[in-house]
């Protein structure tokens, strides 16, 4: 919720969930999988997305965009409207790249939810600091006022005027006493809050490599091979 409000969209968490499978084919969260390093076999040291899929444009940033277009076009997501989970799927030419990718992906997707809700976190906290040395400088104020008044009339009951102003004076450092009071823990709570590093995303089953491959079917080409054959 803390997420869509800094787009100005009031939903629920129920409702942000159908926006995970947006967020996973943003840039925010492909460009990073996009650069991290795959370990495949034959290669002597490790290669990204651009590398693996031998893309050669005639500038980097062209080399950049489409790869990224690849990445979005073979990154299939779905997401269980009943249940909310989301399930994620890639066919690449080696097992161990196809893993690293869709594991990849969680990690970012749970790396910018994260970021998001302690960016927002720090902006609640900033504004609350400021707003909290405000009030407890009027705080202050209100203390002084009273304790001068206090000192300067010691017969208040003696007089309606002075009672009036005694307990206007005690109205106004009550007010600021509870606003003070009230920031003071709104302040304690959203500095927890910015802290936090608990994982948004709860991974059910990690990516593994396959243990066959999906293409070419071998069977089928061998049986239609002979058939041709003879």
Known sequence: SDLAGLAGINVGEASL???YPAIIQSEAVLAGVMSAEYHIAGEKSPINLIQFWEVEEKTPERSYEVTLLILKSELNVGMDSKT???????????????????????????????????SSASEQRKWIESRLNEVHEDLQRSEDSLKKFREEN?????????????????????????????????????????????????????????????HPKRATLTFFTMVLSV
Request: charge should be positive.
């Open 154 to 214: 010691r017969r208040v009951v003696d007089s309606p005027k002075l009672l009036l102003e005694q307990e206007r004076l005690s109205r106004d450092l009550q007010i600021n006493s509870t606003i003070y009071i009230e920031l003071k823990k709104q302040f304690e709570l959203v500095k927890i809050e910015e802290v936090k590093n608990i994982p948004v995303v709860s991974v059910l089953d990690s990516a593994r490599p396959a243990a066959r491959k999906a």
């Open 17 to 19: 969930i159908k926006l």
């Open 84 to 118: 909310g989970l989301i399930s994620l799927s890639i066919e690449t030419r080696d097992p161990i790249v196809s893993a690293g990718i869709l594991n990849n992906v969680t990690k970012g997707l749970d790396h910018f939810l994260r970021t998001k809700k302690i």
